[in-house]
């Protein structure tokens, strides 16, 4: 059975920072692409960043210089350093597995991050 989680979410003043964490089981995490995306209310969801099994990273422009994504194969975690958080940020933070070679793709169930004062 396939479980994506995602932990680490909270409510952070603007200029803070946090760090989502994203742990997979029942699947050969070393191969799958993995990814953070975001749910805004009333906006579709976007992607933040992702990290392919070669570790090649790439990053929405909104993101890109605050939010570092990065995997430990050995825990099969993936994390999303976020930095210098703006309210825009604020939304529902989900992981994603993406594995081309078998077609596969799981969703985890979410993290609300919320940026205020």
């Known amino acids: 059975q396939v479980q994506v989680v995602e932990s680490g979410g909270g409510l952070v003043q603007p200029g803070g920072s946090l760090r989502l964490s994203c742990a997979a089981s029942?699947?050969?995490?070393?191969?799958?692409?993995m990814g953070w995306y975001r749910q805004a209310p009333g906006k579709q969801r976007e992607l933040v960043a992702d990290?392919?099994?070669?570790?090649?990273?790439n990053y929405a422009d909104s993101v890109k210089g605050r939010f570092t994504i990065s995997r430990d194969n050995a825990k099969n975690t993936v994390y999303l350093q976020m930095n210098n958080l703006e309210p825009e940020d604020t939304a529902v933070y989900y992981c994603?597995?993406?594995?081309?070679?078998?077609?596969?793709?799981?969703w985890g169930q979410g993290t609300q991050v919320t940026v205020s004062s």
């Open positions: 994603n597995a993406k594995c081309l070679r078998f077609g596969t793709d799981y």
């Open positions: 029942g699947i050969f995490f070393s191969i799958y692409t």
């Open positions: 990290i392919t099994s070669g570790s090649i990273t």
